[in-house]
């Protein structure tokens, strides 16, 4: 079949198996050009299919040689609709950890639910014995919890609605979005499905299982921003549950002080991932910070970021936090020299100068990379087998 990509508003709905994974291989390439990272030995990814997870697992594996137990939730190949790009990175990312033989196995399953719980540590149990790391990596439109009932996520202002610039998904030209402030309900939703609870329930039941290594380490991934962001993002619902994040973090590492573990809370650079781009004002940001820190030459993408966290700032004598204990991937992101160009840029952009100030070409190319397309060097007119099985899947 040959696969094009066909987007509907901001997802796109097919992927190509062969682009997903030259995606891999070209995040394992640049892990295994850089120094190898005596880190972790047996991590547990948990959202390892896509996004922070995938780089963060590609760096544990072929970085610091890990074997690594990945939890994600994506579809297979049905008739003639393509898995999910999720599925067609598992399983490049399954082939050539096995190929350079190291210890890898994929669970998909809702990692909500006690059953995925229970399914990776009986896992865990048989194959490794324990896990020295675990990350949390999930972002999810909604949860449902062990009683049935479901919460969902919601991207929105509290307190006031939101009116500001972004770039108009289906048109690609600046547009101004409005949106209305979230309910109660709707806050309650977002920080059940995005806090930190879920993440807990992780650790006790790890923990509980007596599968944790001595000293155990857990993360999980948060976004801050500018202030031009914070109304949607860092003071809407989204930040009210990465509030909740943090907290959680200071929970668990009590709950893991009798064997000496930790849980950090890591704040990563805005890029472009299947969760982001529905938030608006966000693709404009993005394209604006792009611009500026290509042209500065500090731009990164998740799988520079997740070797630079594992390599300078965790995996070092002394762990690199800020005064609330978080480790800051955001540092080259929220300099001020980038955050003040990127704010000169915000205030006069207008539709006429739009592609000059702002990347949005390497923005979307980014965002057609996430489905596997527009990848130098894969033929997009053959026709491609869509069903590709996941080695090492449990
Ligand atoms: P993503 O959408 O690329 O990845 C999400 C992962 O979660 C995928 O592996 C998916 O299969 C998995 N997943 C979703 N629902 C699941 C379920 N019910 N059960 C099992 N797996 C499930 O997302 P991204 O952007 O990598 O986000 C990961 C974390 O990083 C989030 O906490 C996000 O807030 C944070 N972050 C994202 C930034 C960005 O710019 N994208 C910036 C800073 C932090």
Redesign the pocket.
Known sequence: MIVEPKIRGFICTTSHPIGCAKNVAEQIAYVKSKPAIDGTKKALII???????LATRIAAAFGCGAATIG????RPAQLKRTATA?WYNTAAFQKQALDDGLYAKSIMG???SKETKDKTIELIKRDLGSVDLVVY????PRRTVDSGKTYSSVIKPIGKAYTGKTIDMNTHKLSTATVEPATEEEIEGTIKVMGGEDWRLWIEALKGAGVLAQGAITL????IGPEITHAIYADGTIGMAKKDLEKTAKDITDLLAPINGKAYVSV????V????SAIPAVPLYTSILFKVMKKLGIHEGCIEQMYRMFAEKLYVPKTIVDESGRIRLDDFELRDDVQKEVSRIWNSVNDSNLEEVADVRGYWDDFYRLFGFGIDGVNYEADVDIETEIPGLV
């Open positions: 959202g390892s299919s896509t996004g922070y997870g939890v994600a939730y994506e999720g809702d990692a909500f990596s999930l972002a999810a999980a991934y948060s976004y990563n650079k805005a890029v991932t299947q969760a982001s």
